[in-house]
């Protein structure tokens, strides 16, 4: 398998540091708000870049942070008047839902910075202690660029040209910098912000050097993979560098993925332009195995461009890769020892040779774009071949192939197999609704029909529960 690294902006083949094993690591949201689709772009390609580990046998370590502490989360706390982590947790959940409706994965593990304070401070320590770190007049606790030589290795930037071109930019509050350059690890708090009690200052932590420590407590001191998008190489994931090889003294991941941007008709997308688009209001047109769809369709290193038109696009063909599904589940069903067809050796030979044009594709740094042609070129093949004659074992081998390759892309192609986690909370919702209302023939008859659907209500201290049966 060659993956693309940003490191040697080379392809490189893919050598796991334990054989059989991925320790993988990706940059989540900030969750201040639903998440918007430029957000979705990075989930749904790591998301598959696993699946396709998996389906080639490896044990994959997958862990994906949510930066709970934020100047965005504290200002919306602030407006709502509330606290930080009534904001966060709200985010957090709801962002969970959009996953699970783009049937992206629960993570091995999902850590949130707020709770991860103690490795921060040991890490600062670490790095304050070696001579990497010094703490400011008001507590503030700045990494020293230049005591790493290797600084710019990611973004491929020369030290000497950041340094003479932040030379001028001293920002007011920070005159204690030795360099501008350095950035923050900790910082003292303001009037009505979260903090925490630490050596230096109560403060709070700066931004990048959550993901050194939360990938260093799940994943240990080397890491195969560290992803994101492209706007993460620089400084977010050169500073993550910094910081792990400087406090650990090793090679931090050997690979760096980076998805290309997301652009809405061509413009970048903003909030002033009013292109502006969060994954729930695309939910509300489309099934969002559309925009998982739509996503894979460009390599994941290119550029992105959203637009109605490609989204009909793929809308059209993902369902006619469902119609054939449905055309061959009923063709297994029905078929019954039919006697072998003329050509169905060769046609399954041709069926076995796109899956391994599948593979390529996928093996030559995902390439999902050259992946879903060979889907469809399997679709063509069963269209054009599977019939009411044809053997069971020619129509299940096609039906498997091609819902085994779906899989590895994350689309489902069962339809209405799962009804969406957000249905769910609002029949939910409805139920507890109508209790409070004393109308309880309703609530029942809300839980008879999620009973049907498969989900069981548990009324707990903490509220509803649920859990698919
Ligand atoms: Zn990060």
């Known amino acids: ?168 930019l001293k920002v007011t509050g920070e005159e204690d910098k030795e360099d501008p350059n350095d950035f923050v690890l900790w910082k003292p708090k303001k009037e009505g912000e979260p903090y925490w009690e630490s050596p230096w200052c109560q403060g709070r932590p700066g931004w990048h050097i959550e993901c050194s420590v939360m990938s260093k407590r799940y994943l240990g001191e080397q890491i195969d993979i560290h992803a994101g998008g492209e706007d993460l190489i620089f400084p977010h994931h050169e500073n993550e560098i910094a910081q792990s090889e400087c406090a650990n003294g090793k090679p931090f991941a050997t690979y760096w993925m980076h998805n290309g941007f997301l652009n809405i008709d061509n413009k970048k997308m903003s909030k002033s332009l009013g292109n502006f688009f969060t994954v729930r209001e695309i939910g509300e047109k489309y099934d969002l195995q559309v925009l998982r769809f739509f996503m894979l369709s460009a390599h994941y290193r290119s550029p992105l461009n959203f637009s109605a038109d490609l989204m009909e696009a793929s809308k059209n063909g993902l369902e006619r890769i469902l119609t054939c599904v449905d055309k061959l589940n009923d063709l297994e069903a029905k078929a019954e020892g039919a006697a072998e067809t003329c050509g169905e050796q060769e046609n399954m030979e041709a069926a076995g040779k796109l899956k391994a044009k599948f593979e390529e594709a996928m093996d030559d740094d995902f390439n999902t774009a050259d992946a879903v042609s060979a889907v469809f070129e399997l679709v063509k093949l069963a269209n054009s071949t599977a019939a009411a004659g044809s053997t069971k074992a020619y129509v299940s081998f096609l039906n498997k192939t091609i819902k085994e390759l779906c899989d590895v892309l994350g689309i489902i192609t069962e339809r209405g197999k799962e009804a969406l986690d957000s249905e769910i909370e609002e029949m939910i919702a ?11 023939a309703l609530a029942d008859e809300i839980r008879g029909k999620l009973l049907d659907m498969g989900i069981v209500l548990e009324d707990t201290r903490e509220g509803v529960k649920w859990k698919r049966v």
């Open 430 to 440: 409805a139920r507890q609704q109508a209790r409070k209302a004393k109308n309880f």
């Open 1 to 168: 398998m060659k993956i693309f690294n940003t490191l040697s902006r080379r392809k490189e083949e893919f050598v796991p540091l334990t054989p059989g094993q991925v320790k993988m690591y990706v940059c989540g949201p900030t969750v201040y708000n639903l998440i918007h689709i430029g957000n979705a772009r990075p989930m749904i390609v790591f998301d598959t870049v696993r699946r396709y580990f998996e389906y080639k046998g490896y044990d994959v370590r997958f862990v994906s942070n949510f930066t709970d502490v934020d100047d965005k989360i504290i200002k919306k706390a602030i407006e709502e008047g509330v606290d930080a982590n009534t904001v966060s947790e709200r985010y957090i959940a709801e962002c969970k839902k959009d996953m699970a409706a783009m049937n992206v994965k629960p993570a091995t593990v999902h850590p949130q910075a707020t709770q991860e304070i103690c490795g921060m401070l040991e890490m600062i320590q670490t790095l304050i202690d070696k001579g990497h770190a010094y703490v400011a007049k008001d507590g503030t606790v700045y990494f020293r660029v230049s005591s790493f030589k290797e600084y710019g290795k990611l973004s491929h930037k020369n030290l000497d040209e950041l340094m003479s071109g932040l030379r001028e």
